[in-house]
């Protein structure tokens, strides 16, 4: 028996498909690229974006017509789902369930039935109880020198255009002793590279205040491991939220070797009056706060970002504080996307009133913008030597390519293909807007 699973969205997505993967092969499955071959077909879905609930109607339709041709297999879909999404799709699929059910697949599996038809309200405890269960399925990492690590499920922000709190439930943290534990392990295992998952990982354990640790404390046992284990590895967090993150973290960071020199910190917006339509919690200067304590502590750190265009209201002016957020804070790279209207977020409510023509133009717009600042980092960088993680080849012939501590691209020529998943030096000799290409020291 063999199946095929397809995993759209986020990197906890990504991490959550591991477990699956786990879990059918000990059910006697055995994984395939060749949707034709498999008995099971399964998406681990994202509802966050609208093109990537099209993809699944997609799927599904292509899979219906094949089982309309008399083939013989059990269709399931799974991962981040909003209700509305989850019934239209039950009409669709075999199965239809929340991943913190994936325990009692191999009964949905054996009995064939529709799951997920009754989806209660849990309370944070039961959330808990269910995601505690869920981790400690054994999982596997997409690769074999990259790994991810959930360390909390769900967002308590309810940012106005986000569907999470609705396909995720409410912020739930992990055991710090099993996260600390999972690292360990992978970097036994030989991972170089492993990055802390979670909606808002800075505000790790105020769900169980008093019997967990802070996000900050965490960081700080995982750095003191790395200086005791004598192996080269870097970890990094994402995605933080502006106002829950501290200075005590960024002070970890700056301690701890392992701890690489990174910051994903979505902006979604230049605009103070804007922040507060989205129910961002903070404003710009808040903001402006945060990024002057990461150049201060961490100097030769990158800052990544996440911003949204053409949100509903979005006014030239509003915009343009975007556009002057951009230069000011010089962002290595950012996150654009036009603005969708998700069914069950607040903004659904609203008028989608800018033009899709408008949303592009800013898109572009913004987009030159990013290439105008990123392009200034990567230029300084010609003639300093970095130290690369290899993951992989190049696109150009006769090279391969790896991320710097701040996640820069860096191609190299070189055709030896056991520096893949190692650590090399190599000098910077010519850059472009969001990479360089360097040569082997």
């Not at 997505?13 to 994984?31: P, Q």
């Not at 009409?91 to 059910?101: C, G, I, L, Q, W």
């Not at 987009?367 to 230029?379: F, G, H, I, R, W």
Request: net charge neutral; glycine share 6%.
């Amino acid at each position: 028996m063999k199946y095929h699973l397809v995993t759209l969205g986020c990197q906890m997505n990504i991490s959550d498909s591991g477990r699956v993967k786990s879990y059918i092969e000990k059910l006697g499955y055995e994984s395939t690229d060749n949707p034709h071959e498999a008995d099971l077909l399964g998406v681990i879905a994202c509802s966050v974006r609208q093109k990537a609930i099209d993809k699944v109607y997609n799927l599904i339709a292509v899979w219906n017509r094949q089982k309309a041709e008399r083939r013989n297999f059990v269709t399931f879909l799974t991962g981040c789902i909003l209700p509305d999404d989850r019934e239209k799709f039950l009409k669709s699929f075999d199965m239809v369930f929340d991943m913190r059910d994936l325990t009692n697949f191999s009964k949905m599996l054996s009995e064939k039935i529709h799951e997920g038809t009754y989806y209660p309200k849990l309370s944070r405890e039961d959330q808990a109880y269910q995601m505690d269960y869920f981790w400690k399925l054994e999982g596997r990492q997409p690769d074999k020198f990259e790994a991810f690590v959930p360390i909390q499920n769900g967002c308590d922000k309810f940012c106005t255009y986000c569907a999470v709190p609705y396909t995720r439930g409410r912020e739930v943290s992990r055991s710090s002793q099993e996260i600390l534990e999972e690292v360990k392990c992978l970097v036994d295992a030989g991972f170089k590279s492993i990055t802390l998952l979670g909606q808002n990982v800075n505000s790790y354990g105020l769900d169980k205040k008093g019997k967990e640790i802070t996000f900050a404390q965490l960081l700080e046992l995982v750095g003191e491991y790395g200086d005791k284990s004598n192996k080269e590895f870097r970890v990094y967090f994402t995605s933080p939220h502006p106002r829950d993150m501290t200075v005590d973290v960024l002070e970890a960071i700056a301690k701890y070797k392992c701890l690489g020199k990174w910051i994903h910190i979505p902006i979604q917006s230049g605009d103070t009056e804007m922040l507060k339509r989205m129910n961002r919690k903070y404003d710009i200067e808040r903001y402006r706060s945060v990024i002057h304590s990461i150049r201060t502590i961490l100097p030769t750190a990158t800052i990544f970002t996440d911003i949204i265009v053409g949100f509903t209201g979005e006014t030239e002016e509003e915009f343009m504080n975007t556009r002057r957020a951009m230069k000011e804070f010089k962002y290595n790279m950012a996150f654009i996307a036009m603005y969708s209207p998700r069914p069950g977020a607040k903004s659904s409510e609203w008028v989608d009133d800018v033009p899709k023509d408008e949303k592009s133009r800013r898109y572009a717009v913004l987009s030159n913008d990013l290439k105008e600042v990123a392009s200034q980092y990567t230029a300084q960088m010609v003639g300093k030597e970095y130290r690369l993680l290899v993951n992989g080849h190049d696109r150009l012939n006769g090279y391969l390519s790896g991320l710097t501590e701040g996640k820069i691209a860096v191609r190299f020529k070189s055709d030896n293909e056991l520096l893949i998943g190692n650590f090399v030096n190599v000098r910077i000799i010519k850059s472009s807007d969001f990479s360089a290409e360097g040569e082997l020291v």
